[in-house]
């Protein structure tokens, strides 16, 4: 390995977390299964890495399988996902190989095969895969025993250079049910276990036993919540910058965001949606009329009444020209008139 690389891996965890806040643990267990990989401790026959991220909704799951294939691959498009949504039906399972020979659709590839033949360097993610069809499980025994899957065409595709991540809402109302606790975000060891029984109950042991890890991720914390408010204003100072305008905090906006924004049970959603509404929409209706202009700053600060945020206007709203319309109009009239005055006379 170049010692770049070698750097690289060892500051894994510090340099993700830069993005996906509030889980160490499962920063850690991700970063540690990598390094087997790369440390040739695993086998060379399996893929390089193979996952399932449990826990609540809005924490970070789906944004650590992206800054995953970031990381290891230097683009999120290096996420081949699949909705497992679609795949509850038993005759839906063959989309991801190709269908028998025989069947409508033999002639095409596999939705999975053929994803991993064209990008072999990649983060397969199967999302929500509690609603998929118990064969698909079945199917994945060979990509995760073997590092491989042959599709219906008989074409063996190499798995070995991707990362296999499920996540899963198992054991969701285990976790809503559960107290809230303090506010580090930590859930207590028996939710665990009484998520991982679920777990155990819903799928086959000898698909369980071929994934590296079982990931439960934390509710987030107030702290992880103004953390994910500093990365969020930060990406609308970034869309600003084409228009040369700075982006302006009052005291207390990234405070009211992150007090309004928190939810134990629910993680960053409530948090995306405040920002879409408070900030977003009323910044744009800003830059639309013609209230904030390039070169100027866009200051925000908290209303009086501490139930919404201010966008404040530099300028008044541009107003239509209609009425010089009317004007330059009303001239030609005039000028007609008066050549058919001419005329007459």
């Known amino acids: 390995m170049m010692a770049g690389e070698v750097e690289k891996l060892v500051q894994m965890e510090s340099t993700i977390a830069k993005e996906v806040k509030g889980q160490p643990e499962a920063l850690k267990a991700v970063a540690d299964a990598i ?14 890495g193979s996952f399932m991220f449990l826990g609540p909704t809005g924490v970070g799951k789906t944004l650590l399988v992206r800054q995953l294939a970031n990381f290891l691959f230097s683009s999120e498009d290096a996420v081949i996902r699949f909705d497992m949504s679609e795949f509850m039906e038993k005759h839906t399972v063959s989309r ?56 219906s065409q008989g074409r063996k595709v190499d798995f070995r250079n991707t990362i296999i991540v499920f996540t899963s809402n198992l054991g969701q109302d285990i976790l809503v049910d559960a107290p809230e606790g303090d506010e580090t975000g930590k859930i207590p060891t028996e939710i665990k276990t009484a998520i991982t029984d679920e777990v155990a109950r819903h799928y086959p042991p000898e698909f369980l036993n071929r994934i590296d890890e079982f990931i439960i991720f934390q509710r987030l914390s107030r702290d992880s919540i103004a953390d994910i ?64 202009l390039p070169g100027e700053v866009a200051k925000v600060k908290v209303a009086e009444s501490g139930e919404s945020l201010e966008v404040l206007a530099n300028h008044e709203a541009v107003m239509s020209h209609k009425p010089e319309h009317h004007e330059h109009e009303h001239d030609e009239h005039d000028e007609h008139d008066e050549g058919l005055d001419s005329a007459k006379a």
């Open 96 to 151: 991801l190989i190709g269908a028998p020979a025989g069947y409508v659709g033999y002639e095409d590839a596999g939705q999975l095969t053929e994803a991993v033949r064209r990008r072999p360097y990649s983060v397969v993610l199967f999302d929500e895969f509690e609603k998929a069809h118990k064969d698909v499980a079945l199917l994945l025994l060979q990509v995760l025993d073997a590092g491989h899957l042959t599709d």
């Open 229 to 292: 408010v500093d990365i969020r204003v930060k990406e609308v100072q970034q869309k600003l910058d084409d228009r040369r305008i700075s982006l302006e905090l009052g005291d207390g906006v990234k405070k009211w965001l992150a007090d309004k924004g928190y939810s134990v049970k629910y993680g960053a959603r409530p948090l995306q949606r405040l920002i879409m509404k408070q900030l977003l929409n009323p910044l744009a209706m800003r830059l639309i009329q013609g209230q904030i």
């Open 35 to 48: 390094r087997l990989q790369r440390a040739g401790l695993t086998s060379p026959n399996r893929p390089t």
